[in-house]
């Protein structure tokens, strides 16, 4: 028996980025997140420009130096016109990121590492009942035994892995060691 794919969450519909900084810190980062195997995922302030891939002005390349632009936000020095836009799509499915760790379609961990290297170690990916692209991923890395860091999400069309990633955690896996 799978597991049911459900609906996403409501999307965030804020737009500034003081807001939707806001948001994160109080509902990520001071959040107890806890997937199904009993990890703790550890959000920090410093990784919401790299979550919404928040742009230089005038350009296409992110933001260097995140934990110095989260400052500008939070005391008011910069807003959104100090920026180049970041991805509405994974600002506003930010809210997605607890149903993605608390209920995901798959754990995933690197076994092999890459010419490519990611900084990521696990990916947590979550399939919802939608058109588009499906699936959502939330690479992170490990910062103790039980502990993670998230790095990045974004959206995925499909939840393929590649053979560099083993399945750690899955509905299916989670029934037989329960049985």
């Known amino acids: 028996m799978s597991q049911e794919i459900e609906k996403p969450p409501s999307k965030l519909w804020l737009h500034e980025l003081s807001d939707l900084l806001g948001w994160y810190q109080q509902n990520l980062c001071a ?15 410093e990784r919401f420009p790299h979550l919404i891939k928040l742009l230089r002005k005038d350009s296409d390349n992110e933001v260097s130096e995140p934990q110095k632009h989260v400052a500008r936000i939070r005391s008011g020095q910069s807003r959104n016109g100090d920026y180049g836009g970041y991805d509405q799509e994974r600002a506003q499915t930010l809210s997605w990121i607890p149903a993605m760790i608390a209920r995901p379609t798959m754990i995933v961990e690197v076994v092999e590492r890459t010419l490519w ?14 058109g588009g692209y ?33 399945i750690v955690w899955s509905p299916e896996t989670a029934k037989t060691t329960t049985e």
Do not use: M, W
């Not at 806890?34 to 995922?41: A, I, K, S």
């Not at 290297?117 to 939608?130: A, C, I």
């Not at 992170?140 to 993670?148: A, D, T």
């Open 31 to 45: 959040a107890h997140l806890e997937d199904p195997r009993g990890h703790v995922l550890v959000f920090s302030l």
């Open 117 to 130: 290297e990611k900084p990521g170690d696990t990916v947590y990916l979550k399939q919802f009942n939608k």
């Open 134 to 166: 499906p699936f959502k991923a939330l690479v992170c890395r490990r910062v103790g035994k039980e502990r993670l860091a998230p790095i990045t999400c974004h959206p995925r069309s499909n939840g393929r892995v590649s053979k560099a990633y083993k």
